[in-house]
């Protein structure tokens, strides 16, 4: 790795799952050193759901694994041991961040809490990532990803009036989480250079997500309209919606009078210009199905690459919906190189994606996943003198 | 020249200048997050620009005409000066400061190419020939100040073939691969009604700004970052490419299920529209429903007695849950469930969302009152800071509040020099129509 942002700031990442290890990726991505500390002999619960090469499990070939830990070093630890919290506290001597996502209490009970860590290491920064927070009367209660999207908002507003809310593209939320506590715990760094102190950063998912949706609080503050479900239309116009085409799916936009008058003319019914049923917004939406009738033919002729292009260069917004597989052959994304080839020792050469932004100076970067384990040597013996005996008593006692 | 800050108290960016050019969505939430944490921004030209418009005043008419009134407005009145009063402009600036520049003109170019000598950070998200037609790009910018940190977050980024194609939020999710993942088992790709990508890139640039000011405050550099919002979306769906990477696979569309939970999903609760979410994984899970439930018959039979089982006839099975959760409340069930150890959640609207105890007790939304909408609550500032938290020093300002501030104050013009930008219009007391 070369010298950029985060260089000299070392990372221990205890998180587990999404949410944590994704804020500890990005931390490794702009050059922090990131010590991932996973239970000893099983690790990470990310590297049992896979996906794995050939469908076949493997624990150090899960891909939400490899994916949430590139870039990171591995080392076992128990912390639920009196003696591998004894040598986790040790090791926070010499931290800038510490990442968990443990339910609230966890590490209280384990004697690692803020209160008892800063005692330790004013300077440390400590990233809590988890459902609800850390107070407040749902702090305790379970979740996992659909309970999130229900209980911020999201759920309720996605999918068809008529049927059950529906839940999003997978477990974003806890992709949130990771993200917000990526971006305070940059917050912190900053404050830390003033104040020469760290923080506790209690990131709640429910409320990385609660402020996440187009206008929705707004609607309901300002005008007193509950946002209600509409399928794959949009409340203020249309088109803005998602139609079937010839080999698939593709989003239009057409969200002002110059686009749809432009998609009226490509179609070949420039009359539509003029129709009474399509001259305001107000019309467009009580005839939106009238005017599907008239579109989706014409949008079935035609691939959704060949309409990507076309609607594009005729300055109506359109873009195909694209699955993974046209993702990776899409051109543009070649043309950025967008895309990360990683070699991994177990896993073989995969396809990740690349950076989130580019920046000229401090760039991202990326190294493979760690094996568990992998660094135990390097961290212990190197750097905090353990001997190979001692290492080989902490491994019989089940600690490392 | 003074002006009431109230900066009483510190937060981690006083003294970092922003000028926010950006529209919308995506860079005002970005730019919002940084002056919550005490940054300096001085938000150019209004983002919501479009409500000037003569159009788009006819447009609110007859919604309001049509019994739908047009939510962005208190109750609906887009009032006298329509530009001060919408929703989304009050929700996405506070605590920026309010001037206005016409940049198709080069007086109001050389105005903000001395606002850049004075600041820290440029936010825009335009097209990326925009800046360029301005002669306002990166090279120039840093030519005025090297030290300059420049962020451009557009739809497809600064290069590549559809560098200038047209892109929204509502186009972009679906570029992105998120709506390939996201319907139910029997239909065709959804999207958000949250228009995710934009969130995505907010969140992801105020990092990246982040990341350039603790650059900086080591090596005295600025730097340019280029964000394209479809791939800000890509990063989230790291699994996912990595399946096809590995097999080839192409994901299915799973709606509420879960490749092995059963049940999972949401259920209708008694009322109207009222629904809840539940996730059962474990053994030990089911039992805990099972006599949360009141372990009704059906519950005893075989083919749900393991987490296969309950997975293969999850039609059945989510029937059969529904009929007990359709005779509670959501929040009942959810309390119910929780109390026993079973992930549950109720299914939150808009209203119910700024009641939630939970959101409530931990102070998410904060109140603002403003002249020009009154008194009204807010999402907050996501994350909770035990040292520096985030600061609410000023509501959403009037478009040209602080004219006098920034043009009097830090580009030390004259009264009558501000009056007569003024009157030629290259400032105003209004946002121009659009121009971008």
Redesign the interface.
């Known amino acids: 790795m070369n010298d950029t942002v985060l260089s000299g700031i070392r990372v221990l990442d205890i998180s587990e799952g999404i949410s944590g290890p994704y804020c500890g990726k990005m931390l490794a991505s702009f050059g922090a050193e990131v010590i991932k500390i996973e239970k000893p002999s099983v690790g990470d619960v990310s590297r049992t759901p896979g996906p794995f090469p050939g469908d076949v499990p493997h624990p150090e070939k899960s891909g939400l694994f490899l994916y949430l830990n590139t870039g990171k070093k591995s080392i076992t630890l128990n912390l639920h041991n009196a003696k591998g919290a004894g040598i986790f506290r040790e090791i926070v001597r010499s931290a800038d961040v510490l990442v968990e996502n443990f339910p609230p209490g966890v590490m209280q009970s384990a004697g690692l809490d803020y209160s008892t860590l800063s005692d330790i290491n004013s300077r440390l920064v400590m990233t809590s990532i988890t459902a609800f927070g850390q107070t407040g009367p749902y702090h305790n209660y379970k979740a996992v990803t659909i309970i999130e999207y229900a209980l911020s908002g999201h759920q309720y507003i996605n999918g068809e009036p008529t049927r059950e809310p529906l839940q999003g593209a997978g477990p974003q939320p806890e992709y949130q989480g990771g993200l917000h506590g990526f971006m305070a715990t940059l917050m912190a760094l900053y404050s830390r250079e003033d104040t020469g102190l760290g923080q506790w950063l209690d990131v709640s998912i429910q409320e990385c997500l609660a402020g996440f949706h187009q206008f929705t609080i707004t609607r309901y503050t300002y005008g007193g309209l509950i946002k209600q479900r509409n399928g794959n239309r949009y409340e203020s116009d249309h088109p803005i919606s998602i139609y079937p085409c010839k080999d698939g799916y593709v989003a239009v936009s057409a969200s002002a009078r110059p686009q749809q008058e432009q998609l009226y003319t490509l179609i070949g019914m420039p009359e539509l210009i003029q129709d009474p049923r399509f001259l305001t917004p107000q019309d467009r939406i009580d005839n939106a199905d009238a005017f599907d009738e008239l579109l989706v033919p014409w949008l079935k002729q035609r691939t959704k690459e060949e309409l990507f292009h076309t609607l594009s260069e005729w300055r109506i917004p359109c873009a195909p919906v694209a699955d993974p597989r046209d993702l990776l052959s899409d051109p543009h994304f070649k043309a950025r190189e967008f895309w990360a080839q990683i070699e991994h020792p177990e896993a073989g050469s995969l396809t990740h994606p690349g950076p989130p932004f580019r920046m000229s100076e401090t760039p991202w970067q990326v190294a493979r996943a760690p094996l568990l384990g992998e660094h135990n040597e390097e961290i212990y013996s190197g750097r905090l003198g353990y001997s190979r005996e001692n290492l080989a008593g902490l491994r019989e006692q089940g600690v490392i | 020249m003074t002006i009431d800050f109230n900066m009483t108290e510190k937060a981690?960016?006083d003294g970092v200048r922003v000028l926010d050019l950006s529209r919308v969505?995506s860079g005002p939430m970005a730019v919002r997050?940084l002056a919550d944490?005490g940054a300096e921004v001085i938000l150019i030209d209004a983002p919501q620009a479009r409500v000037t418009t003569p159009?788009y005043l006819?447009?609110v008419k007859?919604?309001r005409a049509?019994g739908?009134?047009?939510?962005?407005?208190?109750?609906?009145d887009p009032g006298d000066e329509p530009w001060n009063r919408q929703?989304?402009y009050?929700?996405f600036n506070r605590n920026k400061l309010g001037i206005t520049l016409n940049l198709a003109v080069e007086e109001g170019r050389e105005l903000f190419k001395r606002l850049v000598k004075v600041s820290d950070v440029v936010v825009e998200n335009f097209t990326p020939r925009v800046m360029k037609n301005f002669g306002l790009d990166y090279t120039v910018l840093k030519e005025i100040n090297p030290a300059i940190i420049m962020?451009s977050?557009p739809g497809?980024?600064m290069?590549?073939?559809?560098r200038d194609?047209?892109?929204?939020?509502?186009?972009?999710e679906?570029?992105?691969?998120?709506?390939?993942?996201?319907?139910?088992p029997d239909s065709?790709?959804?999207?958000?009604?949250?228009?995710?990508v934009?969130?995505?890139a907010s969140?992801?640039?105020?990092?990246?700004v982040?990341?350039?000011?603790?650059?900086r405050?080591?090596t005295g550099?600025g730097?340019?970052?280029?964000?394209?919002q479809v791939?800000?979306g890509?990063?989230?769906?790291?699994?996912?490419?990595?399946?096809?990477?590995?097999?080839?696979?192409?994901?299915q569309r799973l709606?509420?299920r879960?490749?092995f939970?059963a049940p999972?999903?949401?259920?209708?609760c008694r009322g109207d529209d009222v629904?809840?979410?539940i996730?059962v994984?474990t053994d030990e899970e089911w039992h805990a429903f099972c006599d949360a439930m009141g372990n009704p018959l059906w519950t005893e039979e075989t083919k749900f007695a393991d987490q296969l089982g309950r997975w293969h006839h999850q039609d059945e099975l989510d029937r059969l849950v529904q009929a007990w959760t359709v005779l509670h409340g959501h929040y009942e069930v959810m309390h119910i469930l929780?109390a026993a150890?079973?992930?549950?959640?109720?299914?939150?609207?808009?209203?119910e969302?700024?009641a939630?105890?939970?959101?409530k007790?931990?102070a998410?939304f904060i109140e603002q009152d403003s002249p020009s909408?009154g008194k009204?609550?807010?999402?907050?500032f996501?994350?909770?800071?035990?040292?520096?938290p985030p600061v609410y020093r000023r509501p959403a300002p009037r478009v040209d509040e602080h004219t006098d501030f920034v043009f009097g104050g830090l580009l030390g013009l004259t009264k009558e020099e501000i009056a007569d930008l003024m009157e030629r219009r290259i400032i105003g007391n209004r946002p121009p129509v659009t121009q971008a």
């Not at chain 2, 194609?165 to 972009?172: K, Q, S, V």
């Open positions: 981690v960016l969505w997050m944490m159009e006819q447009m007859q919604f049509a739908r009134h047009y939510p962005y407005f208190p109750d609906g929703g989304s009050n929700d962020i977050l497809y980024g290069n590549g073939p559809y194609y047209p892109a929204y939020g509502t186009t972009l679906q570029h992105a691969g998120f709506s390939s993942v996201m319907g139910y065709g790709p959804y999207r958000t009604q949250s228009t995710y934009d969130p995505v969140v992801n640039a105020t990092s990246a982040m990341l350039a000011l603790l650059y405050r080591h550099k730097q340019y970052i280029d964000l394209a791939e800000a890509v990063t989230l769906l790291g699994e996912v490419i990595l399946d096809y990477s590995m097999n080839g696979r192409v994901p709606g509420n879960h490749t939970m999972h999903g949401c259920y209708r629904w809840v979410t996730a994984g929780q150890g079973v992930a549950a959640g109720a299914v939150l609207n808009a209203k969302l700024l939630d105890p939970q959101l007790e931990r998410y909408v009204r609550p807010y999402p907050g996501p994350v909770k800071l035990s040292r520096t």
